[in-house]
């Protein structure tokens, strides 16, 4: 009964598009560009039959049967009801199967993961109710081709169906799986973030340099932003489903148990030492453990960097320095590096230590230009000096000017701060000399010198 009705809808399906199996190959370039015409002003009902003979016939001609066919499918599921809408799901996961036969690369890179991936999220998107499968074909595409799965949503979703595989008791996932995975996709998007970051420094560079940016250049600036912001969304959405299980009470059991069967493995050691580090379970005496069995394996920069956290912790700050300076001399890869001395500007900063703070921040921007994070931390720094800067109460509050410019370059070299670099900005700007002190002062568009560690200025507003 169920064959009775697929052939069923399978036969209306097909007296509705009323194909032409008897198309010629030659005839098909032809067919391609009437459908490609209609799918790019979006009038997926008039491409649909030219673009289905061409998938017949000529299903090599060109990746359009792909990329476009994907956009009719997925508008043809939202026009359709009932069986028709099912076999029409049914026939997009089969689309992607096609296209990863026929065009498995683009400008000779494999985009396999990309296209698998998005089969997975497609399914998703669906309805499909079987998080194993999702997640199965998730991974299928990690594991074949991780580097053009990059689409941070997809990224988020391959977590999320096994994080929800986890909560809803499925067997073939421990929480030791759901860890490692979180740690495997963390480094993903580190990849990611850093790939943009290198494209977008190339601009800023450039901008820096006092060029004119192409009409090319300002659209992929643009574009790099809308990215970056999607990854740290994605990013942030993706920390937050582990934050109740990626605690110190669970992961130094969990790495304690798994310590033996690991302690010659680097990049287990890497991973746990990191992820005990970023949930500040550092205190514990096993992540010294950790940390020095990394070490006796590998002398890295991430080891070196720990060590000085260590000596930092035990207060031996001039052994602690030591190890920051060989972690940095270790790195080669300047966004990596950049990563290291923003980690060491952070340290210094929570000791009060703000010239040397400040000094690694800028190294770090050095190394990185779109590293926003380092003008806020520099931001943060002035503001905290407020009081200690400044020969009366109006000049130490202008401090805050300095703050707040500092804030906002975060957010023009990394759109994805845009929000926290306004915010931060504004709440600067609110403790800063009202225009009703300026006009007191009498000393609109005057310059304020800080002869203290800023050893900096700062125009005051115009009223």
Request: proline share 2%; net charge positive; with cysteine.
């Amino acid at each position: 009964m169920k064959n009775l009705k697929f052939f069923g809808v399978l036969a209306t399906v097909l007296f509705h598009l009323n194909y032409s199996f008897s198309q010629s190959n030659e005839e098909c370039p032809q067919t391609l560009s009437i459908f490609a015409e209609f799918a790019k002003v979006k009038n997926y009902d008039s491409a649909f039959k030219p673009w289905m003979m061409v998938r017949q016939n000529c299903p090599k001609i060109n990746k359009a049967i792909y990329s476009y066919g994907e956009r009719i499918l997925k508008d043809t599921i939202n026009k359709s009801s009932g069986e028709q809408k099912e076999f029409y799901k049914k026939d997009l996961l089969v689309l992607y199967d096609e296209w990863v036969k026929h065009f498995p690369k683009e400008k000779n890179k494999s985009v396999v993961g990309k296209i698998i991936s998005s089969k997975a999220q497609t399914m998703l998107d669906l309805g499909i109710l079987d998080l194993k499968t999702i997640y199965d074909v998730f991974d299928t595409a990690f594991k074949t081709d991780a580097e053009s799965f990059s689409n941070p949503k997809h990224l988020y979703n391959y977590f999320k169906t096994l994080y929800n595989r986890y909560q809803k008791n499925d067997n073939g996932v421990s929480m030791e799986l759901v860890i490692n995975k979180y740690d495997e996709l963390s480094e993903k998007f580190e990849v990611e973030t850093v790939k943009l970051s290198k494209k977008l420094d190339i601009l800023l560079k450039k901008e820096e340099e006092g060029l004119i940016l192409t009409s090319r250049e300002i659209r992929n600036k643009k574009a790099y932003g809308v990215n970056s912001s999607a990854i740290s969304q994605y990013l942030k959405n993706f920390n937050t489903i582990i934050a109740s299980e990626a605690t110190c009470t669970n992961l130094i059991p969990l790495y304690k148990r798994n310590f033996e069967a690991n302690k010659i493995d680097v990049i287990w050691l890497k991973r746990a030492v990191n992820r005990m580090d970023g949930k500040d379970c550092s205190d514990d005496p096993f992540f010294v453990t950790l940390v020095e069995t990394w070490y006796g394996l590998e002398r890295s920069a991430g080891t070196a960097y720990y060590l000085g956290i260590l000596n930092d912790k035990r207060g031996e700050s001039s052994k602690a320095l030591k190890y920051y300076k060989e972690s940095i001399a270790l790195e080669t890869d300047k966004y990596k590096k950049a990563k290291i001395l923003l980690k060491i500007a952070n340290r210094f900063k929570k000791v009060k230590r703000k010239v040397s703070a400040r000094r690694y921040a800028l190294k770090a921007l050095s190394n990185q230009p779109s590293l926003g994070k380092a003008y806020l931390l520099i931001a943060s720094l002035y503001a905290d000096s407020a009081n200690d800067c400044g020969d009366s109460q109006f000049n130490k509050r202008a401090v805050y000017w300095l703050a707040a410019q500092t804030a906002l370059k975060a957010s023009r070299v990394d759109a994805s701060l845009k929000k926290d670099a306004s915010k931060s900005a504004e709440s600067y700007k609110g403790r800063a000399p009202s225009k009703t002190d300026i006009f007191t002062e009498g000393n609109e568009g005057s310059i304020i010198k800080f002869n203290c560690w800023i050893k900096s200025s700062v125009k005051v507003p115009k009223l």
